[in-house]
């Protein structure tokens, strides 16, 4: 029996999982990354809810588990996929050509263009920032500051930017921004003691073990404000503060603050990518812009082409856990398919 | 109720920057179970003073938390002190001590005094 060979497509998380189990099995691993780094959007975070683990080790520690068995292979897109008998071929935007056994996709998702939300301001108030701007100011280990160079005192955070938004084409629950927006006010307020934060939230989406005892701490340890209502506009101060204005809906009453820095809890929506290579594999995508699956109990790792399967967000939001545990059943669902593949072509001979 | 558009009306907006959580600050020291709160409303639900006036502590909560005291006293007063709110609460605040404590410290700042 040959070496079956497998392709996967995204080096993110979901990806490096991926290929790190099915080497681990034994199979002949290829893995594209159209840019130049590993880890997709976990390399830009700096710490991780709900333990405060840093991003970097978990990279670390997948890229330990491919470096010696799986053949990385950076800087080129699949531009054209062809079936050939019970094969795939892949053209590449670099000229080569790749033959696949089985294709999984990890294409995960893009973040959400926050300056699409005009009543916020993002990109026309400077003291405005996306919760990944706040990770990038994290990463760099400067002090958080606002556009004028003072430490804020008066932040607030908004939850569901560019998620349960039908304004903003997206429907569904982004899942992650609940926890980090409590990840994040926790870190600010270590790093800032005298400051107040704000949390501004439609429901509060804690689903996952250990993320209610966080905000519990949030509440308790570090004083963090939570206001039941979405923010409604944000404007500017001739002095650079920001002026939010929403519905307090607990106390049923419209409610109007300064604040020195707003902090947008951006969604997850399908990545450009996700979308391409789609269409380039004839893939079916829902209405959400993400991979449909076979069927959303059991078949969720089958994408409407046989041999071709899907790990993590391609699918639809997941936390880092949902996404490590969603491309181990992808990979063993193609191990087990190219296994049941190869006995048939055997049985036939 | 004044007619809209017609009389001059309230400003009902909570100007946040100008309101003062000297109440909210005091009882998070005394009862720090208020930072608690997650408005979930079970307290009400169960009060039977709230079944037969406007009664509840989950806005009377959240009204502290803003800074929002016009009528607190009055409000407060309504309490009977049964304590099924506290046996109800999923998050286990103290809430017959919270309403004890909440009387004293508008005493104590003179604040509606009855």
Known sequence: MSKNKIVVIGGGIAGMEAAGQLAGLGFDITLLEKGNKMGGHVANWHHLFPDGKPAKDIIARLKSNIQDSVDIHFGAEVYKLQKNNDCFILKLTD????????????????????ARKEEYGYGVYDNVITSADLEEKFCSGKPLKTSKG????????????????EKAGNTYCS???????????????????????????????LFDRYFEDMYYEAQTKYGIHFIRGRLSEASEDLNGTIILKAEDTL????????VDLVILMVGKVSSKGTREISKRLSIALDEDSFIKS???????????????FTAGTCTGPKTIKETIADARSAAMQTASYLRKKSVTIENEK | MPVWGYTINNNNQIDFDLKDLKIFDRLSCSEPSIKLCI??????????????????LRKIISLISRGEIYNLSEELSKCMLCGKCSLVCPRGINTRNLITNARLVLKELQIEVD
Do not use: W
């Open chain 2, 39 to 56: 408005g979930c409303g079970t307290c009400a639900g169960v009060c039977s003073t709230g079944n037969y006036t406007q009664f509840s």
């Open chain 1, 175 to 205: 899942k992650v921004c609940c926890i980090t927006a409590v990840k994040q006010a926790i870190e600010i307020k270590e790093s800032i003691p005298g400051a107040e934060i704000f949390c501004f939230y439609m429901d509060l989406r």
């Open chain 1, 294 to 308: 076979n069927d959303s109990h059991s078949m969720f790792n089958f994408s409407s082409v046989e041999g071709i």
């Open chain 1, 251 to 258: 106390t049923g009453k419209p409610l109007k603050m300064n």
């Open chain 1, 150 to 165: 003072s430490i804020p005192q008066k932040i607030a955070l908004i939850h569901c930017v560019g998620s349960r938004d």
């Open chain 1, 95 to 114: 000229g080569q050509n790749m033959e696949a056994d089985a294709i999984i996709i990890a294409s995960g998702f893009d973040l959400f263009d926050a």
